[in-house]
């Protein structure tokens, strides 16, 4: 069935392609805030060319009333909800793709080393994974909290640049203000890609876990110097399959499951890690 060692080896590998997954959907998010960033600056310069010639000390009130006000505030709101949609979309497919691989490649790893497969599990169909992956598992979907997410962000950029502008702020100060705001929902939607996907690989390895009748799974931390506290200190504990903590502990976390195989042929000592992990 293979060594411990060659299955924590394998397990960090596959949990690395699942990063790497994640990685290329936040390279492809970035895009989407640069791009936001030179519309919502265009708008900023209009806006601020009619702030000028009225020449007066402004009022919310009255900088609300502006023709170039109202255009910005639809613009961010139509640029704030296409974000969200690509991201939900992209997200989706990321996290779909980490799941099929996922399962394909661990139960073909496990099937190679002899364990009973039941192929029955590897016959999840793209709608099945879709609903998988769209189930919320701690308090919130991905879907919710882009959502969420996105509507903070337009009510961050929008009090933003009202403060701003009437208290006299240079263009370059709101767009630097601007930058900011958006930096810090990429930040979040980066956070969030990482974490989802290192959950749907551990629940899609564990599925596969239980197709080749693994009971037993390893704790497996990536140890180097990106490691926390927590995570140092579950590495290497030992888990019934069904009472393992659910992966991640934390946002940003890598963490993962490795099978304990071994045991597999040897029932005496699996009721032994039983008894005493249970």
């Avoid at 502008?165 to 939607?189: E, V």
């Amino acid at each position: 069935m293979g060594s411990a060692e060659y299955w924590r080896k394998r397990t960090l590998e596959s949990e690395a392609y699942a990063n790497g997954l994640a990685e290329s959907e936040i390279v492809r998010q970035q895009k989407l805030y640069k791009a936001a960033y030179k519309q919502l600056a265009k708008q900023i310069d209009g806006l601020y060319i009619q702030v000028v010639e009225y020449g007066e000390e402004l009022s919310r009130t009255q900088l609300w009333n502006f023709s170039r006000w109202y255009q910005l505030e639809q613009r961010l709101g139509k640029i704030t909800g296409e974000i969200t949609t690509n991201q939900i979309r992209g997200t989706e497919r990321t996290l779909i793709k980490v799941f099929e691989k996922t399962m394909g490649v661990t139960l073909k790893d496990l099937k190679q080393s002899g364990a009973p497969v039941n192929l029955s599990f590897d016959m999840l169909d793209n709608v099945q994974i879709k609903q998988l992956v769209n189930t919320a598992w701690n308090d919130a979907s991905f879907s919710q909290r882009y959502i969420e997410n996105g509507i903070k962000m337009g009510e961050r950029v929008k009090q933003d640049i009202t403060d701003m502008l009437i208290s006299g702020k240079s263009p370059g100060a709101i767009k630097k203000a601007l930058q900011g705001d958006l930096n810090m929902n990429y930040y979040a939607a980066d956070r969030l890609v990482r974490t989802e996907a290192n959950h749907y690989y551990n629940d899609a390895a564990m599925k596969s876990y239980k197709a080749a009748g693994v009971i037993m799974v390893e704790y497996i931390a990536e140890v180097d110097d990106r490691i926390c506290d927590e995570c140092e200190g579950y590495s290497g504990q030992i888990y019934p399959i069904d009472g393992a903590p659910t992966l991640p502990i934390h946002p940003n976390c890598r963490c993962c499951y490795a099978p304990v195989v071994e045991v597999g042929d040897d029932l005496t000592e699996a009721a032994e890690l039983l008894k005493k992990y249970a």
